[in-house]
Every structure is written in C-alpha cells, then in structure tokens.
C-alpha cells in the first residue's frame, strides 16, 4: 500500500513562514492534496493539484510537489492558521485514496 | 450549493453493524458527475478513506476495510448509506462524508461529521 509521511508538528512564530512536507514514493508522479481542519471542523482544501488554490483560499497558501517529497508553505503564518494538515493522494493503479499522517501546526 | 449533512445512531455495540447516511443537497445524485464517498478518523488521529460510490452503484472500497464495509446509494433519496460490519472499539470514529468531482482526485466538500462510538 501506498504511504504518505508527514512530521507530527511544526512550530512557527506570527508572520513567519511555515513549511510542511509530505513524503511518498515518486509522490512527484501523482496530484497532491492538501487539507487544513481546524478543532471541531471538517477539513477543508486549501491546495488542490499542488500548487492550485480554491476559491476564497489566501494566497499565502501554496504547494509544490517534486520527486519524493510535496510541500505545503504557509506564509506570513497568523494564529488563525493553527490547524492540522493533511496531504492526499489518489492512486491510480489501485484507484485508492490515500491521506497523509497528518501535521499540527503550532502558532507561537 | 452542494452540501452534505450525515446522520445515524451514535453508539453502536460491539460486532453489531454500523450504519449512516449522508444527505445530499444542492445538486441531484442521478446523472450528476460526482462520486460520494466516505471518510473516517478516530479521536485523535488522522484521515482515512473508507470507500466511494458512483450514482450509477459502480464502487470503490479501501483495501484494508473491503471486507467488513458496503456503500450504497439511493437516487429516489438523494443520500447514501455507509455500513460497517462487525464493529469494535478500533471503528470508534468522526465519520465524514465528502464527495469527489468526476475527474478529479480531492474531496470537496465535506459533511459535518458524525461520532460513532463502539461500545457496549
């Protein structure tokens, strides 16, 4: 089965910038997913086909998606971007889908 | 607006069978070009996909829960259904339903959820 790794947690201080990476085999061969959900909430997508933003997504939200590794960047990083992320891929072969561990990320 | 709202009982005893429903609106699940699928996480921890369907019946099943696990829809209700058999403690979850554009990868939007506890 196919695995996708995140770190547990990530630390920024307010108006830094916040990296979050998720790890997958030639994860650079697949469209990459990223979902924020906040306490209590659904997830909600924020990066869609790596580095494409839905409608009404900041633009301090961006991905990028190469080789074995896939990135969300959060910029200028507020308190209101404390929140778990997810990454998530589909895989073809199988027609599965698969989410990342999952990464808490912590305003200072 | 597609939205989606989940529903069913809330405590499930042990080897029983867990059953929901997720009610669509906004948009018709006949002909319309979307997959509905399923989406658990247990208290605490991370996403897992259970399964999706196709309006047509056409289904998709995790690998790791195929066994124990059916999703249905019906077009007359407008909703699906998700169930789970043979509950333990381990199937104690937030249970979201989501749906899939046809031709994309992502699940956009999402219910709510629902907690499901196994105990008995």
């Known amino acids: 089965s196919y695995v996708l790794t995140q770190p547990p947690s990530v630390s920024v201080a307010p108006g830094q910038t916040a990296r979050i990476i998720c790890g997958g085999n030639?994860?650079?061969?697949?469209?990459v997913h990223w979902y924020q959900q906040k306490p209590g909430q659904a997830p909600v997508l924020v990066v869609s086909?790596?580095?494409k933003r839905p409608s009404g997504i900041p633009e301090r939200f961006s991905g990028s998606n190469s080789g074995d590794t896939a990135t969300l960047t959060i910029s200028r990083v507020d308190a209101g971007d404390e929140a778990d992320y997810y990454c998530?891929?589909?895989?073809?072969?199988?027609?599965?889908?698969?989410f990342g561990t999952g990464t808490k990320v912590t305003v200072l | 607006q597609l939205q989606l709202q989940e529903s069913g009982p809330g405590l499930v005893k042990p080897s029983e069978t867990l059953s929901l429903t997720c009610i669509v609106s906004?948009?018709?699940?006949?002909?319309?070009?979307?997959?509905w699928g399923w989406i658990r996480q247990p208290p605490g921890k991370g996403l897992e996909w259970i399964g999706n369907?196709?309006?047509?019946?056409?289904?998709y099943y995790n690998p790791s829960l195929k066994s124990r696990v059916t999703v249905s829809v019906d077009t007359s209700k407008n909703q699906f259904s998700l169930k789970v058999t043979s509950v333990t403690a381990a199937d104690t979850a937030l249970y979201y339903c989501?749906?899939?554009?046809?031709?994309?990868?992502?699940?956009?939007?999402w219910g709510q959820g629902t907690l499901v506890t196994v105990s008995s």
């Open positions: 989501a749906s899939v554009k046809e031709g994309d990868t992502l699940f956009d939007p």
């Open positions: 906004g948009i018709s699940i006949r002909g319309s070009s979307y997959y």
């Open positions: 369907i196709y309006y047509t019946g056409s289904t």
């Open positions: 030639d994860i650079g061969s697949k469209s």
């Open positions: 086909y790596d580095d």
């Open positions: 998530q891929v589909w895989v073809r072969t199988s027609d599965y889908y698969v």
